[in-house]
């Protein structure tokens, strides 16, 4: 596809986002990740209400719940899945099984995710980081419950900066002033993303017409390479 042909043209190259400081290598690589951004998601399922924001979630998201094959049962419930290794996270669940054990204290679990996540009470690491103020946690559902705290303060802003007149959020790319720092954000995303060409808005029936979709006929050619897409 063109999309695709443009991909590969800006492969190589270093792309930061403006928002988060994410480097990506191309700029459609940069252009999915602002998505994460503006909560955009073109790619619509078939099957359910799921929408993605890239073609890889969507076809990840059917292969994993429309697919129908899901070889791999659990013998004490329900559960089926269609990963091997899912299947053993799983039944560890039911035997109590810990085979993950930290290494500076006796907690053990039997996720290696659970682990990861406890070892960070020792290395002080904290990877969450609010987009709002100098907040860092170690946990997800920690930042969920911080960043509704700024719902109240975000709203009480507003309101002063609509009797003041006052906007100390400058875009540094065109002097767009903002008032506060999401119509910022939501500027940047809108006004200067777009000299790359977008995916278009496709709904498939099935997990299969929307693989079929991502594989049609390679028209474009690259000029300076044997690459099509």
Do not use: W
């Not at 039911?94 to 995710?113: I, L, M, N």
């Not at 170690?138 to 700024?150: A, D, I, R």
């Not at 002033?177 to 278009?200: C, E, F, G, Y």
């Amino acid at each position: 596809t063109q999309y695709a042909l443009f991909c590969h043209t800006q492969s190589g190259k270093k792309h930061v986002c403006r928002i988060c400081d994410h480097k990506a290598l191309s700029k459609c690589s940069l252009n999915s990740h602002m998505k994460s951004h503006s909560g955009e998601k073109p790619y619509a399922c078939g099957s359910c209400d799921y929408r993605a924001a890239s073609m890889s979630q969507m076809k990840r998201h059917n292969t994993r719940n429309h697919s129908g094959d899901k070889p791999y049962a659990c013998t004490s419930c329900t559960f089926r899945t269609f990963q091997q290794e899912r299947l053993k996270i799983h039944t560890r669940a039911h035997s109590g099984e810990k085979r993950h054990a930290c290494d500076v204290c006796d907690f053990r679990s039997s996720r290696s995710f659970d682990l990861k996540r406890h070892k960070r009470t020792h290395t002080g690491e904290k990877p969450y980081a609010c987009d709002y103020c100098d907040y860092r946690t170690t946990q997800p559902g920690n930042m969920k419950n911080h960043v509704m705290k700024h719902s109240s303060e975000k709203t009480s802003e507003t309101h002063m900066v609509t009797q003041t007149g006052e906007k100390p959020y400058t875009c540094h790319d065109c002097g767009f002033r903002s008032a506060t720092k999401t119509t910022l954000r939501s500027h940047i995303v809108k006004k200067h993303t777009r000299d790359m060409p977008k995916a278009r808005d496709y709904k498939a029936q099935t997990g299969s017409d929307l693989n079929d979709h991502a594989g049609d006929e390679k028209k474009y050619v690259c000029n300076r390479c044997d690459y099509s897409g």
